[in-house]
């Protein structure tokens, strides 16, 4: 009988603990604002989310320090979707249901983007997007709730092409993922082109799957359709290993390669990487020249011992734009902040910038240069950068409204 | 584009095919011994190019002498790893359902994939190629790179070896007596758990050497195990289960397949192994080499 009154006693006891720290919890949530990051750690992937995680911790620590947002403190939650779709979707649910998080970001993978895309609207939960260019998000797949803070594929797609039309290139071939990414930037590019430089002869496109590490297959088909210039979207680990596997070929004697720069490729390919190489980045740190970005480098640089790398610029600026949205919003409401994003303007690293009311588009735009080595540097960086805004190539408003779900 | 550009893509092909036997026959060679469906053999592969990466800064690259330094060193660091899994956990699961199998392996795959995240991080990394492989030779008025040339001679080395290893060595008889019957094999006093292992580990230092070829070859990250497992289970299955000839035919007919395909239907590459291997499955199950199970 009193072993059944000691164990009685014991198991309330246990009962009202774990009351009590679930009512701690949820009063320590109560003084934080959640923001439920799905990445993705694993994978080609990998690095891209080591610069958006450093961004973001960088920011936090950063927005914590001057006290936060309405006397609250910002808490990250990170996830990793490992470039599945599907497992993006199920760590939105967890965030949104579980974790209770007021905001998302998101990740890398197109993919994993479009269906957390479609949880958040389903959740009503505002969801940034940091660093996935393609532009179904905001285009094909928009909803009042997702918004897009760098340049997107077609933007990417219709800069290059404006380079390529009036830069005396005769045809141009492609190579890029056979995945909504790759896709979206090559209608993008020969779109432009058949509209604007009919002169550009459009030869075949190549699709490799993604994570693939072998190029063999494609770089002599490619090679034998004689391109000035071939568009390349492969990305992370794959673009340095394509280049590598393509320079014994004479690939870079033959043809001219256009692609997207960022720093991880510049710093993979380290002095493998041809100059002369036509292509863009969405944040070089080493070409913005915003007095914003010129501090931020050399902190990073004393802290970590590396440059920051674009996704680490987009990141923060996003968390910028996002956390501005929400001092005007006045409220972590998901629609007033929503509503307070159309047409916000705010200073970012890569200087000013605005929301479009239509499409919650950031204005950002890309930077166009050529390959080229420079002594402070161990890598290529981009040379002769001319800057493209984004109001220069992001999809027209009249034709935006075709393409997005009607209301 | 005359006859020569159609050989050059051929012997393209053919080298892109040795890449995946080398691994892909460590995998067969486990499959038909023991009867593993071992998904962690992606990350032996993924693992092998790692310590690849890690031995190539302490013994330096350029020359052809450390690059064969590399190719002694990593692999036996695979088999060890190997060994001791083996001993630890695949014991345990031969004879076992096949969902059990795929369980433990998948989830040894997402944990040494994680180990890797966290002893080498997130970077793409690679290994340079010795000098005198990394240029190519001019052959029919097209360049061959001579890495390639490389992957495609010592393929047919290690496919040579195993055969000689598999039928003309006792080793080989005992490996493939294990195989059609182990319980004979036992009662003749043969050690057939120590077959076994041998099996195993000879599978890992396979793959542990594949993944020293494909670090100099492109730039290794986290997660490519499980892009060449799904291939090397296509060759297993086209060239049939356990046997080595299978696998090296298996292999070449998905590099040079996805070699040909690239220039009138090069939307279909992403799926041609996939294809390859349905068809295989319709038509023959047991594979171009495998035996009907009894």
């Given at each position: 009988?009193k072993?059944?009154?000691?164990?009685v006693?014991?198991?309330?006891?246990a009962?009202?603990v774990?009351?009590?720290?679930?009512?701690?919890?949820?009063?320590l949530a109560?003084?934080?604002?959640?923001?439920?990051?799905?990445g993705?750690a694993?994978?080609?992937?990998?690095?891209?989310y080591?610069?958006?995680?450093q961004?973001?911790?960088?920011?936090?620590?950063?927005?914590?320090?001057?006290?936060g947002?309405?006397?609250?403190?910002?808490?990250?939650?990170?996830?990793?979707?490992?470039?599945?779709?599907d497992?993006?979707?199920a760590l939105?649910?967890?965030?949104?249901?579980?974790?209770?998080?007021?905001?998302?970001?998101?990740?890398?993978?197109s993919?994993?983007?479009?269906a957390?895309?479609?949880?958040?609207?389903?959740?009503k939960?505002?969801?940034?997007?940091?660093s996935?260019?393609?532009s179904t998000?905001?285009e094909?797949?928009?909803h009042?709730?997702?918004?897009?803070g760098?340049?997107?594929?077609?933007?990417?797609g219709?800069?290059l092409?404006y380079?390529?039309?009036?830069s005396g290139?005769?045809s141009?071939a492609?190579?890029?993922?056979?995945y909504?990414?790759?896709h979206?930037l090559?209608?993008?590019?020969?779109?432009?082109?058949?509209?604007?430089?009919?002169?550009?002869e459009?030869?075949?496109?190549?699709?490799?799957?993604?994570?693939?590490d072998?190029?063999?297959?494609?770089i002599?088909?490619l090679?034998a359709?004689?391109?000035?210039?071939?568009?390349?979207?492969?990305?992370?680990?794959?673009?340095p290993?394509?280049?590598?596997q393509?320079t014994?070929?004479?690939?870079?004697k033959?043809s001219k390669?256009a692609?997207?720069f960022?720093?991880?490729?510049?710093i993979g390919?380290?002095t493998?990487?041809?100059?002369g190489?036509?292509?863009?980045?969405?944040?070089?740190?080493?070409?913005?020249?915003?007095?914003e970005?010129?501090?931020f480098?050399e902190?990073f640089?004393?802290k970590y011992?590396e440059w920051?790398?674009?996704?680490?610029?987009?990141?923060?600026?996003?968390m910028?734009?996002?956390?501005e949205?929400?001092k005007?919003?006045g409220?972590?409401?998901?629609?007033?902040?929503?509503?307070?994003?159309?047409?916000l303007?705010?200073?970012?690293?890569?200087g000013?910038?605005?929301?479009?009311?239509?499409?919650?588009?950031?204005?950002a735009g890309l930077?166009?240069?050529y390959?080229?080595a420079?002594?402070?540097?161990p890598?290529?960086i981009?040379?002769?950068?001319?800057?493209?805004?984004?109001?220069?190539?992001?999809?027209?408003?009249?034709?935006?409204?075709?393409?997005q779900?009607k209301? | 584009?005359?006859?020569e550009f159609?050989?050059m893509?051929?012997v393209?092909g053919?080298?892109?095919?040795?890449?995946?036997?080398?691994v892909?026959?460590?995998?067969?060679?486990?499959?038909?011994?023991?009867?593993?469906?071992n998904?962690?053999?992606?990350?032996?592969y993924m693992?092998g190019a790692y310590?690849?990466?890690?031995?190539?800064?302490?013994?330096?690259?350029g020359s052809?002498?450390?690059?064969?330094l590399l190719?002694?060193?990593a692999?036996?660091?695979?088999a060890l790893?190997g060994?001791?899994?083996?001993i630890?956990?695949?014991?345990?699961?031969y004879?076992?359902?096949?969902?059990?199998q795929l369980?433990?392996t998948?989830?040894?795959?997402?944990?040494?994939?994680?180990?890797?995240?966290?002893?080498w991080?997130?970077?793409?990394?690679?290994?340079?190629?010795?000098?005198?492989?990394?240029?190519?030779?001019?052959f029919?008025?097209?360049s061959?790179?001579?890495?390639?040339?490389?992957?495609?001679g010592?393929?047919?080395?290690?496919?040579?070896?195993?055969?000689l290893?598999?039928y003309?060595?006792?080793?080989?008889?005992?490996i493939?007596a294990?195989?059609?019957?182990p319980r004979?094999l036992g009662?003749l006093?043969v050690?057939?758990?120590?077959?076994r292992t041998g099996?195993?580990?000879?599978?890992?230092?396979?793959?542990?050497l594949g993944?020293?070829f494909?670090?100099?070859l492109?730039?290794i990250n986290?997660?490519?195990?499980?892009?060449?497992?799904?291939?090397?289970?296509a060759?297993?299955?086209?060239?049939?289960?356990?046997?080595?000839?299978?696998a090296?035919?298996?292999?070449?007919?998905i590099?040079?397949?996805?070699?040909?395909?690239?220039?009138p239907?090069?939307?279909?590459?992403v799926?041609?192994?996939?294809?390859?291997?349905?068809?295989?499955?319709?038509i023959r199950?047991?594979?171009l080499?495998?035996?009907?199970?009894?």
């Amino acid at each position: 009988m009193k072993n059944y009154r000691s164990r009685v006693f014991i198991g309330i006891l246990a009962l009202v603990v774990a009351i009590g720290i679930a009512q701690m919890k949820n009063a320590l949530a109560a003084d934080t604002i959640k923001f439920g990051f799905i990445g993705d750690a694993t994978g080609t992937g990998a690095e891209l989310y080591r610069g958006q995680k450093q961004g973001l911790d960088w920011f936090f620590e950063e927005a914590n320090a001057s006290g936060g947002i309405f006397g609250k403190k910002l808490e990250l939650i990170v996830r990793d979707a490992k470039l599945k779709a599907d497992v993006g979707a199920a760590l939105a649910r967890e965030l949104i249901l579980d974790q209770k998080v007021d905001f998302l970001l998101g990740g890398i993978s197109s993919a994993v983007c479009l269906a957390v895309s479609n949880v958040a609207k389903e959740f009503k939960k505002p969801y940034m997007i940091q660093s996935t260019n393609t532009s179904t998000l905001v285009e094909e797949a928009f909803h009042k709730y997702v918004a897009q803070g760098q340049p997107n594929t077609n933007m990417l797609g219709r800069g290059l092409g404006y380079f390529v039309g009036k830069s005396g290139f005769k045809s141009t071939a492609y190579i890029g993922n056979d995945y909504t990414f790759g896709h979206t930037l090559w209608k993008s590019y020969s779109d432009y082109l058949k509209k604007n430089a009919p002169h550009v002869e459009l030869k075949k496109s190549f699709w490799a799957k993604q994570g693939e590490d072998d190029f063999t297959p494609f770089i002599q088909p490619l090679m034998a359709q004689n391109a000035d210039i071939v568009y390349c979207t492969l990305w992370g680990g794959q673009l340095p290993a394509f280049i590598k596997q393509a320079t014994p070929y004479g690939f870079f004697k033959k043809s001219k390669m256009a692609t997207l720069f960022d720093l991880i490729v510049l710093i993979g390919s380290g002095t493998d990487m041809p100059e002369g190489l036509l292509g863009y980045s969405v944040a070089p740190f080493y070409a913005i020249p915003t007095p914003e970005m010129k501090v931020f480098n050399e902190k990073f640089y004393k802290k970590y011992n590396e440059w920051p790398s674009d996704y680490v610029i987009l990141s923060y600026d996003n968390m910028k734009g996002l956390t501005e949205a929400i001092k005007k919003a006045g409220s972590t409401d998901p629609d007033r902040v929503m509503k307070a994003i159309e047409g916000l303007r705010f200073v970012g690293l890569r200087g000013p910038m605005y929301y479009r009311p239509e499409d919650h588009l950031s204005s950002a735009g890309l930077y166009m240069g050529y390959t080229a080595a420079d002594p402070k540097y161990p890598f290529r960086i981009l040379k002769d950068v001319t800057y493209v805004p984004g109001e220069a190539v992001w999809t027209p408003v009249e034709d935006l409204k075709q393409l997005q779900p009607k209301k | 584009m005359g006859i020569e550009f159609f050989f050059m893509m051929f012997v393209n092909g053919l080298s892109q095919g040795m890449g995946i036997f080398i691994v892909a026959s460590g995998l067969s060679l486990v499959f038909g011994t023991l009867r593993v469906i071992n998904f962690a053999h992606g990350s032996f592969y993924m693992i092998g190019a790692y310590i690849a990466v890690s031995l190539s800064t302490l013994l330096g690259t350029g020359s052809l002498f450390s690059f064969l330094l590399l190719m002694v060193l990593a692999p036996p660091a695979i088999a060890l790893l190997g060994l001791s899994l083996e001993i630890s956990l695949f014991r345990r699961i031969y004879g076992k359902e096949h969902l059990l199998q795929l369980l433990l392996t998948y989830a040894l795959l997402l944990f040494l994939d994680d180990t890797c995240r966290l002893i080498w991080g997130g970077r793409y990394l690679g290994v340079s190629r010795p000098v005198i492989l990394a240029g190519s030779i001019d052959f029919l008025g097209h360049s061959l790179p001579t890495y390639n040339i490389f992957i495609l001679g010592m393929g047919a080395l290690i496919a040579l070896g195993l055969w000689l290893l598999l039928y003309r060595s006792r080793s080989g008889n005992f490996i493939r007596a294990a195989t059609s019957n182990p319980r004979m094999l036992g009662a003749l006093g043969v050690n057939v758990s120590k077959v076994r292992t041998g099996a195993f580990v000879m599978g890992a230092w396979l793959a542990g050497l594949g993944g020293v070829f494909m670090a100099g070859l492109g730039t290794i990250n986290l997660g490519m195990g499980v892009d060449k497992i799904i291939e090397c289970f296509a060759v297993v299955i086209i060239g049939g289960l356990g046997s080595i000839g299978g696998a090296l035919l298996g292999s070449l007919i998905i590099g040079v397949g996805l070699t040909l395909i690239q220039l009138p239907f090069g939307k279909l590459a992403v799926v041609f192994p996939y294809i390859a291997m349905a068809l295989i499955l319709i038509i023959r199950p047991w594979g171009l080499f495998g035996k009907t199970e009894r």
